[in-house]
Structures are given as structure tokens and as C-alpha cells.
């Protein structure tokens, strides 16, 4: 297992997103929101001011369910959907300093191009269909500025081996594969520029359970492996206690526990997580 | 209820408005301006984009050549003359060398154009990124955030899929290292030609309403990956029946009795030059 | 001795021509234009409204030029239109000031001033009447017929004038249960003067629906009602009549309605569609509300407006299905791009075609990545 440094590669800062302009009722006094609803102007805060540091090599979970914002967190970070207020640093970015959630839209287009990788819970999402397995690897290099196939053709075939895509299979299109191929195909895609920072979002939601186990320890290998930082959402504390070395766990758009995994296991303090970890024994 | 059209059909208002649209797109090199495409005497896709830049810059003085498929006789290419030629009252010419505007669908004529000359272009479709991109509200952002990976992995994908940058027609190409804008469907023969070329090339497109350019001496790049080079058609080993020439884009015709193939320029008009010049067997 | 260029295409354009030109006449009549006027007042509607250039005289010359082709006699009209300059603008037409000669509302079985069914083959049976052909033969049955008719009118006292009366939305607007909008009075974008953008604004997408080709427009707004669209209406009013249009005085800064001049009226079909639509309410329960979807078009073109006014709605609103895909939409009912694009298909593609060709050859001579 790699070395969990003390390097924070990824810095978050009161991260809010809210659909809805709010109103002076609940913006001065969030009791009046029922859950993160405000019934006076029906704006929904899918996520208040959620803080926390990714370090280097970890894997850091989300869980909560689904509505308590976790999803809109990780897609916020990667700019497909813009954030109403907070911050966020790349280590890798602007020597860590430069807020990446108000860069141009080039830029944030450089930073998922070569610093960030992202796997979404909806193959479609992450997928060209209709391209074949080996281009949708590349086109993440190529957006890099990768300009010779030969190359981006190893680097590809590297990533499709080690998620296991049969050589046959790799100028076929996505379309025509099962969703457990669909999902490995998307995570060699999001891996294909090394990124230092890597989103999974519900990843083996909808997979049956043999090939959610696959999927699960094929991430725990690459993460061994390439020493990549993860933050990995999910609904499921079984996928959480398996993978993730710290655990934020989010109700209502808000952080209400946060700590190693073990702990929040063994000796849940909010009684929301309680329940959660009831329900897994 | 007879009429009387204003010089060059439109009225001025119309005019003045295109012209604005042409002047912006050649300050900014290889853009897709919008513009109110008027409809025209002719069809939607017969070349009206074109014909509106051409009618909108047209003056007494000028001298018109206008080809289709490389020929000046193509009926649309006719039909097309005869329309600005009833408008304006201006000459015609088939010497690429003589015309001061050339408008061409699907060519670049063989010689090389001028300083002073203008070459206007009929675009059928303007977006490069259509293929990959359906809606326009998107690709006008991926242009404006200089996002071409769309057009880069349609060609990626044909070399997995036939080990080839297979692909006819309408190569897109880089222009001034800014925006990536499609040729119209020029052959790939004819894209080194809009590199640092001379002339003012105009492109227009009147159903999609765009207006793009390239100015006289810019860097026009075709896309292409480092080992996998850009590629015109193979016209190797081809020789005009006609004139003799070699180094043409050619027609690929077949004798109706033996069905052996034979070649010939595609640009009619410069295989005729090239024959009164004595080039050619036959001349 | 020189050679010279061949002059085939400009031969053989000037025989098709001739040759057209043959077939429109061939048969050893013409037809005249006044005939066209008072005898194909329905494709005179349809392509004014497609053209979007109100001229019956006009239009009528351009049906006989393209021997009734609507798609061709569209094509001339358009082509003429861009080369008229804008002189004036109309005052803002108020289509409630609309004289009506038809009426009718679907969503109440009585409505002020009541249904008028007007001119309409709605009810009658679609049956050829070979009856007609006698007319051709005796000019004094259709002289016989108006005469009876018109006396009919007036022992029965029917008064021929125009009918101006408030609109059925009003009444649903009164009683609160209509969305209400303020006026909007910023100048309406010119579609033929500027170049459409995304996302559009409505006064755009008015024009171009307005525009549209009568079946494509039908077919879009057909789909949306038969399950490709989440808009369901009901035809609040549906109103054919005379709108007068009016300008301010040239050269006068004296504006206003009592300086303008009545320059002429234009017939006009009207539909607002009444379309139920979900709304959250402040308590965050939902609750239906009625909007509306517009249409409005040149002439007697019923079919064309109620789809526009479905098109209309399915436009404000999100939705998967095409019909509320905005460039899905404006991009594609427009006659003259349509059939532009379509048939230009027919024009020599071949090198383009030798492109493909050699790209095709290439492949079949092999060579696979590494």
C-alpha cells in the first residue's frame, strides 16, 4: 500500500451549491430549511459549505444518501456543474494557491484535460458510445495534446490491460459491451492521463454483485499500484469500509461526521451514521 | 409588374450588412460569423452562401470566374454566372489568372491565386465539429474555449477502426493556430493550397448562415497526427489525357468501349490554358 | 487554332428551360393570374405565410410561374423578398382589434358573442363533387347560386360587418387561473436581418415558426401531441379575421395612434392554445396553472397555427423529446433551407466523391494499425 503522505493534493473550502437564488428567509436562518429545502423561495442547497482535504495516495469516501449531496460535491469539483460559493486548490495547480472553481473555462478545461479523472455512476456520462474502447481512452490524452497515435495507442492498450478489456474487444464500441465493460472502460479513460486526483461516483451502483466485487478490486489495485488519490462516493458503506481510508459521511448537504473509516465503523458519533452502520451489520 | 433589381440584386442595407459580417470574419481568421443569410434567386445548398459574399463585394470593375467541380461549365456553375452576370452587367473570365473574384464549389482552382485576386468558396456545412457535436449552442463554446479534441478523435478513431486517416472531402485544418474550420469539401489535394496563400479566401455558407476567412499570407495547418502525416488522394502515376499534366487534381474517367481508365485535369479551364500554351500530346 | 472551352452546361441550361417552359404550356392554355386570386385562395395562404410576404397579387403570379409547385412558388417569393428594402415599420398590431369572420373556442361550449364558424371545410364531407364540372359549363350556376345566397343574407338581415370582441383568454385570465406575463415590449429581433443564436428568444422563434413550412410545422407539432412532447393543449380561440396595420408617420416626430396611418389589413389566423402545466406553489406543493401557446400565420391556415402554438409551448419548456429542442426545431421547418438542402443532392458531387473514392481504395489496400 502506498505511503498516505501529509501533502494535501486537493483543498476544499466551504464548497456550497444551491439551486436557487435564496431568500433573506433562509439565507440568514437556515433552521427554516426543511432538510436543504427552503419552502419560502424553493431553493435547494445540494451542498453548504463543505470543507475537507484530500492527501496524497488516499482514498477518501462520501457516503449518505441519496438527495444529501455527494454526487453534486464531486461533479461540482469537476466543473459539470458550477459551484454557488466556496473554494478549491489543486497542489498540482497554480502551485496550490489559485481557486480552480473561478479559473476560465479553458482552464478548467486543462484541469480535467491532464490534473483530474472522473467516473461517473452513468457509463453515458463518461463514454463515447459509438467510439471504439481504444479512442475513448485516448481522447482524454488527445484533448492533452496528444498528437501521436502510436503512442496514445500503447498508453491505451496498457490501461485497457490492466482493467481487463480482451484485445479483441478493444475496437468495438461501448454501445455493444456489458455494464461491468462499460465501467472498466471509463475508469482506463479516467486514468489515462495519470491524473493526480481521481472522482468515482457510485461507480458499482446498478452492477450485479459479482461484478461489483471486480470493479471494487480493480480500483483498490490501481489506487496500490499508481498511488492515486480517490474521492469516492457512494451510497454503500459496505463499498466505503472496503475502499476508503477516511470517511466524510454528508446529510442534507452538509458534512455531519468525518474521520478514519474505522472509526466512524466502530464508534459512530452522529446518530444518522449510527443508523448507517447499523444497518450494514 | 415588372422590376428593376438594384446592382448585384440585394439592396444596399443587405449589402452593407454581409459586407460587415465578411470584414469581421477576416479579421478573425478561420471564425464562423453569423449572419442573416438572405434567400436568394437560387436554392438553399446550390451555393447562396457563397453567391450572398460574392454579390455584397462585387463592383463595376470586377471581372467573374465561377466554377463548379473544377469546371466553368458545370451547369451550376452556369447558372450561377449567369444570375451575377443579369445583376451586375460585369465580365466574365474562364483564366483563373484574369478573374479578380473566383467563386468555386468544391475546388481550389490548379494556379495559384494572386494578391489582389478573392476566391469565394460555397460551404455546404461550416461546422467542423457537427459530427461530433450536434448542437450549435455547444460547439460555438468548445470553439471559443479552443476545445478540438471532438475533431481530433474522429480521425484517432478512423485510424483504430481502418488503420488509415481515412476521410474524403473537407479535411478540417487549423487556422492561424486558432480556430480548426472546415475547408468546405474541398479534396484534401487542395488544402496546402489555402496555407499562406496569396488571394483572400472567403468562405460562404447561406442555409447554416455563416461567413468565415482566411486572410492573404495565414497559417493554414491540416490536421494530422505526428505519425500518422496528412495525406492528400493518391494521384500518383496519372497523366491528363489531354495536356499531359501530372501534378493535378484529376477526373477518373473509363473508355466506354475498352473500360480502360483514363485521366483528366479536373480544373477544365487550366488544361485548356495549358494546351494553347502547347503543353499536352495533342496540342 | 486554338482551343476552346466546351459551352455544354450553358447549352443545356437554356434547353431545360425551354423545355419547362413547354410543359407549362404545352397543354394550350394558361392560367390567369385572377383566376389564381379567386380560385386558389388556400395555396395562396399557405405560401404567403411560408414566404412570409403578404401579397396576394404576388403570390399569384408566383403560382402561376411555378405551375402551382408550392415549394418553387415559395422559392420566388422569399428570393424576391430579400431584396425589398425595409421602408417602415408597423405600429405594434394588436390582434384584438382583429375583424373576424371566424371564431370558435374547443375549451367552452359558450363563449361571448359565440362560436362562429365562418368560412371552414371543417364539417363538410371530404366527397368529390362531380357537380362542379357542370358549373364549368354553364357560367350562370355559380351566378345563380350567389345571387340566391345573397338575398338570403340580407331577408334575413345578417349584417356583413366586421366582428370585434374580446378574447376567451381574457375571461381565464380574469378569473386567475391563466399564467399572466407583463407585456413585453422590447423590439422583436428581425430573424431575416440577424442571424439566429442559442439560446434563442422567443420573438425569434414566433418568426420562425410563422415561416415554417406548412407540413413541417404540422408534422413537429403532431409529433409532440402524439407522445414525442409533454405539451397536451386544448384550443382556447382559434380566430381568422382582418388585421388593420397601421404606420407612423414618415419624417414626423409626432407618434401615437391618432397620427398613424391605416395602410392596409392583412388576413390572419390566430390560435392561442390553452396548455395545463405544473407549477411548485411557495408551500413547495405543486398545483396546475394554464399557459398558453401562441400561433399565428398569414391567411386561412388553420392546421399550421394550432401546431405552431403547440411548438410554441413545447419551446418554453424543457423537455427530452425533439419538439422541445430548440435547434431541433427552428433549424429544420424552414422551406426554403429544407428543400435548399435536400435537392441540392442533385448537383455533381463527383469530386468530393473521387475523395471518398481514394480514401475507400486506400483502406482496401489494407494496412492495420501497428
Redesign the interface.
Known amino acids: 500500500m502506498p505511503e498516505v503522505t501529509q501533502e494535501k493534493v486537493l483543498v476544499v473550502k466551504n464548497l456550497t451549491k444551491q439551486f436557487g437564488e435564496g431568500c433573506e428567509k433562509c439565507r440568514k436562518n437556515p433552521e427554516v430549511l426543511i432538510r436543504n429545502y427552503c419552502p419560502h423561495c424553493q431553493t435547494i442547497y445540494a451542498t453548504r459549505e463543505v470543507s475537507f482535504d484530500l492527501y496524497r495516495g488516499e482514498i477518501l469516501g462520501i457516503v449518505g444518501e441519496s438527495g444529501s449531496g455527494k454526487s453534486t460535491l464531486v461533479r461540482t469539483l469537476y466543473f459539470d456543474q458550477e459551484a454557488s460559493a466556496g473554494e478549491a486548490f489543486l497542489n498540482d495547480y497554480g502551485e496550490g494557491r489559485a481557486d480552480i472553481l473561478k479559473v476560465s473555462s479553458q482552464q478548467k478545461r486543462y484541469l480535467r484535460d491532464y490534473l483530474l479523472g472522473m467516473v461517473y455512476q452513468n457509463p453515458f456520462l463518461g463514454l463515447k458510445m459509438k467510439f471504439s474502447a481504444l479512442s475513448n481512452v485516448a481522447e482524454k490524452l488527445i484533448a492533452a495534446g496528444g498528437r501521436h497515435v502510436g503512442t496514445m495507442t500503447q498508453r491505451a492498450h496498457d490501461l485497457l490491460d490492466v482493467v481487463t478489456i480482451e484485445d479483441y474487444r478493444r475496437k468495438d464500441a461501448p454501445e455493444n459491451f456489458s455494464g461491468g465493460m462499460q465501467q472498466r472502460v471509463q475508469i482506463a479513460k479516467a486514468l489515462s492521463n495519470n491524473p493526480p486526483v481521481l472522482f468515482l461516483d457510485e461507480v458499482t451502483t446498478g452492477l450485479d454483485l459479482s461484478v461489483q466485487a471486480n470493479v471494487l478490486d480493480l480500483i483498490k489495485e490501481i489506487q496500490r499500484d499508481l498511488g492515486i488519490s480517490m474521492v469516492i462516493v457512494s451510497h454503500d458503506l459496505g463499498v466505503i469500509r472496503m475502499l476508503a481510508d477516511r470517511t466524510l459521511v454528508m446529510l442534507d448537504g452538509r458534512v455531519i461526521e468525518t474521520g478514519l473509516t474505522d472509526q466512524i465503523l466502530e464508534d459512530p458519533q452522529h446518530p444518522y451514521t449510527q443508523k448507517l452502520v447499523q444497518s450494514l451489520l | 409588374?415588372k422590376?428593376a433589381?438594384?446592382f448585384a440584386?440585394?439592396?444596399?442595407?443587405?449589402k452593407k450588412?454581409i459586407r460587415r459580417a465578411t470584414l469581421k470574419a477576416v479579421a478573425i481568421p478561420g471564425y464562423q460569423v453569423?449572419?442573416?443569410?438572405?434567400?436568394?434567386?437560387i436554392?438553399?445548398?446550390?451555393g447562396?452562401g457563397g453567391l450572398q459574399v460574392t454579390l455584397s463585394l462585387i463592383n463595376q470593375g470586377d471581372v467573374i470566374k465561377v466554377i463548379?467541380?473544377?469546371?466553368?461549365?458545370?451547369?451550376?456553375?452556369?447558372?450561377i454566372k449567369?444570375l451575377i452576370q443579369k445583376t451586375t452587367g460585369v465580365d466574365s473570365t474562364?483564366d483563373t489568372g484574369k478573374a479578380t473574384v473566383v467563386q468555386s464549389?468544391?475546388?481550389i482552382p490548379e494556379e495559384p491565386l494572386r494578391e489582389e485576386q478573392i476566391i469565394v468558396l460555397q460551404v455546404?456545412m461550416p461546422e467542423p465539429l457537427r459530427f461530433v457535436e450536434?448542437?450549435?449552442?455547444k460547439t460555438?463554446?468548445l470553439h471559443?474555449?479552443?476545445?478540438y479534441?471532438g475533431a481530433?478523435?474522429v480521425l484517432?478513431?478512423k485510424?483504430?477502426?481502418?488503420?488509415?486517416m481515412?476521410?474524403?472531402?473537407?479535411h478540417p485544418v487549423y487556422v492561424h493556430d486558432r480556430y480548426v474550420m472546415s475547408p468546405s469539401?474541398?479534396?484534401?489535394?487542395d488544402n496546402p493550397r489555402l496555407d499562406h496563400s496569396e488571394g483572400i479566401q472567403l468562405f460562404g455558407a447561406g442555409?447554416e448562415?455563416?461567413i468565415y476567412a482566411i486572410p492573404p499570407y495565414t497559417k493554414v495547418v491540416s490536421l494530422a497526427?505526428?505519425?500518422?502525416p496528412f495525406e492528400v488522394?493518391?494521384q500518383e502515376g496519372r497523366v491528363c489525357h489531354l495536356c499531359g499534366a501530372t501534378d493535378v487534381?484529376?477526373?477518373?474517367l473509363e473508355d466506354e468501349l475498352t473500360h480502360e481508365v483514363y485521366y483528366q485535369c479536373?480544373d477544365?479551364?487550366y488544361c485548356?490554358k495549358r494546351?494553347?500554351q502547347g503543353g499536352g500530346d495533342n496540342a | 487554332m486554338a482551343y476552346v472551352a466546351v459551352k455544354g452546361g450553358q447549352e443545356a441550361i437554356g434547353e431545360s428551360l425551354k423545355r419547362l417552359e413547354y410543359e407549362r404550356l404545352k397543354k394550350g392554355r394558361t392560367i390567369e393570374t385572377r383566376a389564381i386570386e379567386s380560385g386558389l385562395q388556400g395555396l395562396i395562404d399557405q405560401v404567403m405565410s411560408e414566404a412570409s410576404l403578404y401579397d396576394e397579387a404576388l403570390a399569384a403570379l408566383a403560382i402561376k410561374q411555378a405551375q402551382g409547385n408550392p415549394e418553387e412558388v415559395v422559392f420566388l417569393l422569399r428570393a424576391f423578398r430579400s431584396t425589398l428594402p425595409r421602408k417602415y415599420y408597423s405600429r405594434t398590431v394588436e390582434s384584438h382589434e382583429m375583424a373576424l369572420t371566424r371564431r370558435i373556442s374547443a375549451s367552452f361550449k359558450d363563449i361571448p358573442g359565440g362560436q362562429i364558424l365562418g368560412a371552414s371545410p371543417d364539417y363538410s364531407h371530404r366527397l368529390i363533387d362531380f357537380d362542379l364540372k357542370r358549373e364549368e359549363a354553364d357560367p350562370f350556376i355559380p351566378k345563380r347560386w350567389l345571387k340566391a345566397y345573397l338575398k338570403e343574407i340580407e331577408e334575413n338581415e345578417v349584417w356583413e360587418t366586421p366582428l370585434k370582441y374580446p378574447k376567451v383568454m381574457d375571461y381565464l385570465r380574469r378569473e386567475g387561473l391563466m399564467a399572466t406575463y407583463e407585456a413585453d415590449e422590447t423590439e422583436p429581433e428581425d430573424v431575416t436581418k440577424e442571424a439566429l443564436k442559442f439560446p434563442s428568444k422567443r420573438s425569434q422563434r414566433l418568426q420562425i415558426l410563422t415561416r415554417g413550412q406548412t407540413g413541417a410545422v404540422t408534422a413537429l407539432g403532431y409529433a409532440s401531441l402524439r407522445g414525442y412532447g409533454s405539451v397536451h393543449p386544448t384550443v382556447g380561440e382559434l380566430r381568422v379575421g382582418e388585421l388593420p396595420i397601421t404606420i407612423d408617420p414618415p419624417f414626423s416626430e409626432e407618434t401615437g395612434e391618432e397620427e398613424a396611418y391605416y395602410i392596409g389589413s392583412i388576413r390572419v389566423t390566430e390560435v392561442e392554445s390553452i396548455i395545463p402545466r405544473a407549477v411548485k406553489t411557495p408551500s413547495g406543493d405543486y398545483e396546475e396553472e394554464l399557459d398558453l401557446g401562441y400561433g399565428i400565420c398569414y391567411g386561412q391556415n388553420e392546421t399550421k397555427a394550432i401546431a405552431m402554438s403547440i411548438l410554441d409551448r413545447c419551446l418554453e419548456e424543457p423537455g427530452e423529446a425533439p419538439t422541445h429542442d430548440e435547434e431541433f426545431v427552428l433549424y429544420h421547418v424552414d422551406s426554403v433551407e429544407a428543400t435548399g438542402f435536400i435537392s441540392h443532392l442533385k448537383l455533381p458531387h463527383y469530386v468530393t466523391f473521387q475523395s471518398k473514392l481514394d480514401s475507400v481504395r486506400k483502406t482496401k489496400k489494407g494496412g492495420e494499425t501497428q
Open positions: 409588374m422590376n433589381y438594384n440584386f440585394f439592396d444596399e442595407g443587405s450588412e453569423p449572419f442573416a443569410s438572405r434567400e436568394m434567386p436554392a438553399r445548398g446550390w447562396t463548379d467541380q473544377g469546371t466553368d461549365e458545370s451547369v451550376n456553375a452556369v447558372s449567369n474562364i464549389r468544391h475546388r455546404p450536434s448542437s450549435e449552442y460555438k463554446r471559443g474555449d479552443g476545445e479534441s481530433w478523435l484517432f478513431e485510424i483504430m477502426k481502418f488503420g488509415k481515412t476521410g474524403g472531402a473537407a469539401p474541398i479534396p484534401k489535394y442555409r448562415k455563416k497526427f505526428d505519425d500518422y488522394e493518391n487534381f484529376f477526373d477518373e479536373n477544365s479551364s485548356l494546351l494553347n
